[in-house]
């Protein structure tokens, strides 16, 4: 009673005493960090976009930004950590980007073969008072964000239902039994991300949701909302103000992306004639025809990322007192280039492009806001001559992989090639991939940097 | 007479006038521009350099420079100069760099279409006393370094004897009757080397300057001669300070590459067994064995792209008061992938590393130097994981194209595809490129320009 007492005096005393203390010894108030990762924008991409988009010569708000450092994605080899590998999945280079270390595929914020929990930023800055922020157009808890906030040996663990050997496609398996709760784990990644502290995640994912968590008779939906989470499921909601923590889902998984490829095709495979059979070089080759993008129905209704962004901004600006780290990510470039669905991606990369532009706002009134811009890894795209540069000698030759010809708003045709191998889902690349900054990284980041090096600059601009 | 006489005693006079002169008013001793061209050499091509040569770790010397920008590689339709074409060849791109223009493929230092001459750096900064080096890996006369000096339709026309519906290869003709002097032109490449007042070219081609230039009974080498030129051959005539005008032909036309696969191997389809051939995805795949990078046996006793950057440097600074610009070309690094060759290309790499450090090196004793590094275009070479992500499904998944499984130092194997088309040659793809620069560069080189704005630093840099 005493004690309870005490304490309510105490609390009510607090946000004074706290004044008063930091009139004696101001901490420095540390500015904050938008992180905008786009999901395999490999400088392919980019172009890819920016012809689309804006034209050739023309130039995307990313290309505008005044720093530019390129980063070393780096991955180990699961049965011999030791042992690079040369290609990296999500899952372990956003590891890299929120715990600083280096992974082998498929993990999320643990170590490789060993399988030790990392420190992840969102752990990291909650020790120092500082808000969180998650915004992306995949599930909540898809690799990328899942590496901020969670702890699992496979990205496929996403819900309590997909803990032990769960069959996420085409017989692959992924288990997760470890982490159960039950054996002394954190659980899946949805219910990590309810106990995390993260204060906005945006997204899609509301399937992780629904699934009774471990060991309890409630949904983790329920659970997120015991825990003080407003949940939102539509534009109309994240409309206004909410304070407090903010969960928004919506949609099932993936978020349907803004645009397709006309009467929605995507890359296609050059047609060869009949003599074509007897000899690579006999017969003739019938390119697929070209296209525009349209608006794909799906997107109907769906926040854009730059919206989500803003209204993530808001809520972490209610206390204007308190730093944040806001990642947005703009996660089906990727998902889009995997399906060969180049106005798909084109379109995601649009998405990021003004989600940038409301950071970039933000920062103006806000100037001590660095904002770093970059990509996980590279991916299967490639920007190739219409029709191939030996086109003059009158032979069949064509892509051996898949070929979307899309006519640009500049009139022209770009071929966009997807030849990584002969499966449902291109591969993602090796290539370094870009990092860009405001003005305020001008001067912290050199020309290139690891990227378990962006851990250590967001860490380092936050807190020290 | 008289004027004979004054002409003497002036000319006596004309150092002791000019210092004199100079004493009155210093004109400003312009810096000097050291430009490397890899070609070819997108983020692609420099990672998979990096995994072999430094490790994925570790960083290359390209990767220590303190700025880095990217570059919009702009190229436009022959046949409509108004439409842009989103994938260049080094004939268009090194016309940007050199002449701050856009052309069409194929065209060296002349406009699209209309075929007018476009005024080159070469022809720039001679009007100001700047000495010029140009040296590459390729023949002298090849697209890249051409482009600084020459003005032709297109760059087959390499010499005399390939001015008219000369078959360059398989069938493809080119055409530049209208160059011929005969016609009011220049004539061919290698004649407008010998002209140009290039002090030093060093390279491959001397095919290009063994044919009687046109209407002489002289070759183009003789007369190269009586131009002042001291011509060398081989690695052993490339040492020491030649003075005057120096030509350096090393080799009848490319240059062979350090390294080639291991016993000459390149990238191979994967193999895949009978039953495959009823469904892609049935039967097996072997993919091709891993192979080491070895040395070339061809490229014994040719000067490295470092000495004769070495050697280029000390002509053109002779005389310590006359600024000078370099460009010096790793060529091979597109010529290479061009024919699936990953070691070759990783090898010229290297080239362009070890040429960076000696240019680095001048530039430690010589402080005003401007060194840009970049590339003309993007290329076919990408990092795929080893094996397909895919492979726990146990089926038959692979490229489409060709691949090199490529044993690095470090104990991994990087698996390079190969897949823009089913020829015998692969492609250019349109990605952005790099552009990085030494410190002289920090501050006058924004995140991302196009590619014809790369002319306008190094003119700023030597002229304005």
Not at 37 to 47: C, F, K, R
Not at 229 to 249: P, R, S
């Amino acid at each position: 009673m005493v004690n309870s007492l005490l304490s309510c005096s105490v609390r009510g005393l607090l946000p004074l005493l706290l004044i008063f203390l930091g009139g004696l010894s101001v901490p420095a108030i540390a500015g904050n960090v938008i992180l905008i990762i786009g999901d395999g924008m490999d400088d392919s991409q980019i172009t890819i976009a920016r012809n689309y988009l804006v034209g050739s010569r023309s130039k995307l708000l990313v290309d505008k930004l005044p720093l530019r450092s390129a980063v070393q994605v780096l991955t180990v080899d699961e049965d011999n950590p030791q042992q690079p590998l040369y290609v990296a999945d999500s899952a372990n280079s956003a590891t890299s980007i929120a715990t600083g270390a280096i992974t082998s595929p498929g993990r999320i914020g643990t170590t490789a073969a060993s399988d030790k929990d990392l420190i992840n930023l969102v752990e990291l800055v909650k020790q120092h008072s500082i808000k969180v922020g998650l915004v992306t157009t995949a599930s909540i808890t898809d690799a990328t964000p899942a590496s901020f906030y969670a702890h699992v040996n496979d990205r496929g663990c996403e819900n309590p239902s997909a803990m032990v050997d769960f069959e996420k496609y085409a017989g692959l398996i992924v288990d997760c039994s470890q982490d159960l709760k039950a054996n002394g784990g954190l659980g899946s990644i949805s219910e990590q991300l309810i106990i995390s502290g993260v204060d906005v995640a945006l997204g899609g994912g509301m399937n992780h949701f629904t699934p009774d968590a471990e060991g309890s008779t409630l949904s983790v939906l329920a659970l997120a909302k015991e825990a003080g989470y407003t949940v939102i499921e539509n534009a109309d909601q994240l409309a206004g103000n909410h304070g407090g923590k903010l969960l928004g889902l919506f949609s099932p998984s993936t978020m349907p992306v803004r645009w397709y490829g006309e009467d929605g095709r995507t890359a296609e495979k050059p047609k060869t004639s009949f003599m074509n059979l007897f000899h690579p070089m006999l017969g003739s080759v019938t390119y697929p025809e070209p296209m525009i993008c349209e608006d794909n129905p799906d997107y109907a209704g769906m926040p854009s990322l730059a919206s989500m962004s803003e209204v993530a901004l808001a809520e972490l600006t209610n206390d204007a007192q308190t730093p944040f780290f806001l990642m947005i990510e703009s996660a089906s470039i990727d998902k889009q280039a995997h399906e060969r669905k180049a106005c798909g991606s084109i379109g995601e990369l649009q998405q990021l492009d003004e989600a940038l532009a409301v950071a970039l706002k933000f920062a103006d009134t806000n100037p001590d806001t660095l904002i770093l811009v970059t990509a996980d890894h590279g991916h299967a795209a490639q920007i190739l001559s219409e029709r191939t540069i030996y086109d003059v000698l009158d032979l069949p030759i064509h892509s051996p992989g898949q070929v979307a010809r899309i006519t640009t708003p500049e009139g022209a045709v770009m071929t966009v090639n997807y030849a990584t191998n002969n499966f449902v889902s291109e591969e993602h690349t090796g290539v370094n991939v870009p990092l860009l900054s405001n003005s305020v990284g001008v001067g912290k980041i050199p020309g290139m940097i690891t990227q378990p090096e962006i851990f250590n600059i967001i860490k380092d601009y936050l807190i020290d």
